[in-house]
């Protein structure tokens, strides 16, 4: 079950392997790989946190606001992106056996989607996110975008 620590891991500094599709509907697109720093800090003793991610190969950066509602204990995750200056729509879930897994709907070029965000491979030193979206209302998914993050050197 869902905590307001769960996101405990997250907290501090990340180096940051982005490899995401070029066309994100498209199951058999080419990838692209480039390298991000992350840094995120928690709100309300840990039951929210904030992070920021660089993306300079994007020219881009991106903000990510968790909140734990502890009715439901479920957590939102919003993400927010320098380009647009817009909120997007949130993802809800929760975590269970180390993984969390999130979803809401969204478009993308126009196209209504289902949005899955996973959290896994969670450690001290490391923790993979991944980005998916349907067309077809969660039948099939497209993963678009993974997110390998590890500590810089010299950082706890």
């Known amino acids: ?17 982005n490899r995401r599709r070029t066309d994100f509907l498209d199951p058999y697109g080419s990838w692209e790989e480039f390298p991000g720093t992350s840094r995120c800090r928690p709100l309300f003793d840990g039951a929210a946190n904030i992070d920021e991610i660089d993306l300079p190969h994007l020219g881009a950066k991106g903000a990510t606001l968790r ?5 439901t ?36 070029d126009g196209k209504d989607v289902r949005v899955r ?21 969660g039948e099939t998914w497209v993963t678009n975008w993974t997110m390998d993050f590890t500590r810089p050197c010299g950082t706890p």
Do not use: C, K, N
Not at 73 to 102: D, K, M, N, Y
């Open 117 to 137: 965000f996973v959290w896994s491979d969670i450690s001290s030193a490391g923790a993979r996110w991944e980005q998916a979206f349907s067309v077809d209302h």
């Open 1 to 17: 079950m869902s905590s307001p620590h769960d996101f405990d891991f997250f907290h501090g500094a990340w180096a940051v392997v």
């Open 73 to 108: 204990e479920q957590w939102s995750l919003h993400w927010a992106a320098s380009r647009t200056g817009t909120l997007f729509p949130p993802v809800i879930g929760q975590f269970e056996g180390g993984r969390g897994e999130f979803y809401g709907d969204d478009t993308h």
């Open 67 to 71: 909140l734990f509602d502890r009715g």
